[in-house]
């Protein structure tokens, strides 16, 4: 049912481990899968295909559009995959802390993130169609509106950019920004177990 991959798979945190893929969003992304699929029982793939590294180096200019034909080829082969998701994490300023108490655990902000293929100074971006905008919004916005009932503080604004990220692979594809580098690995596996009972909520509906 659901599909979670990073397209900048080098994303770290403030006591990440150097090396230790656990401490990274890759790690943080396995823990989203273990939750989704052992507590939930809601078929998750994992993918931790690597995008912006190019030739041993950090290199972001490329990850969306090597990792597109990769996505592409999974949900080709796995049809029954209903939602896409592409885990990040924020980067801020160094004196920011992206954090929120729920029920007494220090736990990571996320912020669902939308492309829109259209740009205000030029209108629509032909070379980047995507036909599930409305889609991509509407799936942000429940679960938007969903992590606000039960978990209230848990989210941030959702953020408007005006390129595609890949969201024209899937009608429900989340985009995440979850925490920043100023977060801690364990806030971040909070964060998770908060996102994973929210998707558990909008997908049991």
């Known amino acids: 049912k659901v599909l979670i ?16 893929v656990n401490t990274s969003i890759v790690g943080i992304g396995a823990y989203l899968a273990e939750l989704l699929n052992n507590t939930y ?53 160094e004196g920011t802390h992206l954090v929120t108490d729920i029920g007494g655990k220090a736990t ?3 912020m669902f993130f939308n492309g829109l293929s259209r740009s205000r100074a030029n209108g629509e ?28 503080g848990f989210t941030r604004h959702i953020y408007l950019r005006a390129y595609r990220y890949n969201m024209h692979l899937a009608p ?10 100023t977060n801690t690995v364990e806030e971040m596996r909070n964060a998770m177990e908060i996102l994973a009972d929210t998707l558990d909520c909008v997908l049991t509906e």
Not at 44 to 63: C, E, F, N, P, W
Not at 71 to 84: A, F, G, M
Not at 172 to 181: D, F, K, N
């Open 41 to 93: 029982q809601i078929e998750t793939l994992h993918h931790q295909g690597v995008y912006d590294l190019i030739d041993g180096k950090l290199d972001r200019s490329m990850a969306y559009q090597l990792a597109e034909p990769e996505i592409t080829k999974i949900l080709q082969e796995n049809p029954s995959i209903q939602v896409v998701i592409d885990l990040h994490r924020d980067g801020v300023a």
């Open 172 to 181: 429900r594809t989340l985009l995440v920004e979850a925490g920043a580098q």
């Open 5 to 20: 991959y990073h397209t900048h798979s080098q994303e770290t945190f403030a006591d990440s481990v150097p090396g230790d």
């Open 108 to 110: 990571a902000q996320i």
């Open 125 to 152: 971006i032909s070379y980047l169609p995507n036909p599930y905008i409305e889609e991509n919004l509407a799936f942000s916005l429940q679960m938007q509106i969903a992590a606000a009932e039960k978990y209230p």
